[in-house]
């Protein structure tokens, strides 16, 4: 059984920072596309950040140079780094494993910036 753990999620002010981890089971990530998705209230879930083998990586542009993708492929974690939060950026975070014929998602973890 698949399963993919969220973790790390909170309330933050503005300007500050979060890590939000993702533990898989049943899946070894080092073979998928691993990535993290946000949902806010009222919109479409969107593409935060992907990587493949902890190489390939890409970011939506509203978070490049703020967010950091990262792997741990002897833990089987995918992890987060998200550094001077916005308003914005509040939303469900949700870790994704993909390949051919296989979607995984988490349970989601929400991230809330206020102040």
């Known amino acids: 059984q698949v399963q993919l753990v969220e973790s790390g999620g909170g309330l933050v002010q503005p300007g500050g920072s979060l890590r939000l981890s993702c533990a898989a089971s049943g899946i070894s990530i080092s073979i998928y596309r691993m990535g993290w998705y946000r949902q806010a209230p009222g919109k479409q879930r969107e593409l935060v950040a992907a990587t493949t083998s902890g190489s390939s990586t890409t970011y939506a542009d509203s978070v490049k140079g703020r967010f950091t993708i990262s792997t741990d492929n002897a833990k089987n974690t995918v992890n987060l780094q998200m550094t001077s939060l916005k308003p914005e950026d509040t939303a469900v975070y949700f870790c994704?494993?993909?390949?051919?014929?296989?979607?995984?998602w988490g349970q989601g973890t929400q991230v809330t910036v206020s102040s």
């Open positions: 994704n494993a993909l390949r051919v014929l296989r979607d995984y």
